[in-house]
């Protein structure tokens, strides 16, 4: 099986490129992450054309995730059991499903804007509630996997330049710490390989030419329970979709399975 995550920056925009790159990989199930549409507005039919099932939890602000799969989806979970609001809602951050023998989950992580807003707060109890929803499969005996953007760089050679970070959100202790405990649950991160340069970074800023000049940070990750681990065969940064006109700022990370 082939599975992979990418933080699309909208569904409507990155249309054209998700078809065919979904063509051109043959991947089984993706999950998405900032979607920036409604559910409505999700393109179901023309994925259903190519014989994937979607799992949408979207609003049509900048959050929005869901899951694509041609091995099925059932047990569909929308949001984040237990998950703490923002302005009085709790924003669509994660939808989790099974997709043939794998439980999965898509997570789009609060970004948190800076470390004294109370969004950070909000990232930090975010990530407990997440924790604790997926402890009990983390720790389970079926390949189970927690993949997305998590707006975390889980250690300082996750960024292009770690002085410049310094006092940032993500790469705070305690977000590292708050990854660190997901983990604890059962889950390993799954690192990928690079195509170009030394280290598997998933997002480059638009600005200040910050993928041609490799300034990254490597916040889409994919972890794993040890069933899902164990079958691990390739995980690699798809960086060529990031190139060109009309890419998002991150590229998929993608893992093949030996199930």
Not at 4 to 16: D, E, K
Not at 30 to 47: D, H, R, V
Not at 62 to 87: C, F, K
Not at 185 to 196: I, Q, Y
Request: proline share 7%; charged share 25%.
């Amino acid at each position: 099986m082939r599975i992979a995550t990418w933080n699309v920056n909208s569904i409507t925009a990155r249309l054209p490129r998700l078809l065919a790159w979904l063509e051109s990989t043959g991947t089984d199930v993706l999950c998405i992450q900032e979607t920036k549409s409604t559910a409505e507005q999700f393109p179901a039919a023309q994925l259903r054309e190519l014989g994937y099932e979607s799992a949408v939890n979207a609003d049509g602000r900048w959050n929005g995730v869901a899951l694509l799969s041609r091995v099925g989806l059932e047990d569909v979970v929308i949001g984040l059991p237990g998950g703490p609001e923002y302005g009085g809602v709790q924003e669509p951050r994660a939808v989790s499903a099974t997709c043939g023998p794998l439980r999965l989950w898509s997570v789009y992580v609060p970004n948190g804007r800076e470390v004294a807003h109370d969004h950070y707060t909000y990232k930090l109890a975010w990530f407990e509630a997440l924790k604790a929803a997926v402890a009990e499969d983390a720790a389970g005996t079926r390949p189970f996997a927690v993949l997305g953007d998590f707006n975390v760089a889980p250690t300082d050679d996750d960024v292009w330049n770690p002085a410049l970070f310094e006092g940032a959100t993500h790469v705070t202790p305690a977000e590292r710490a708050a990854l660190a405990a997901l983990r604890e649950t059962g889950l390993s991160d799954v690192m990928p390989r690079p195509l170009k340069y030394d280290h598997p970074f998933t997002f480059w800023d638009y600005r200040e030419l910050g993928f041609p000049k490799n300034k990254g940070m490597r916040i889409d990750l994919v972890y794993g329970n040890k069933p899902f681990t164990g079958a691990v065969s390739d995980a690699y940064v798809d960086r060529d979709e990031r190139k060109g006109k009309g890419a998002s700022d991150h590229a998929p990370v993608v893992v093949d399975l030996d199930l």
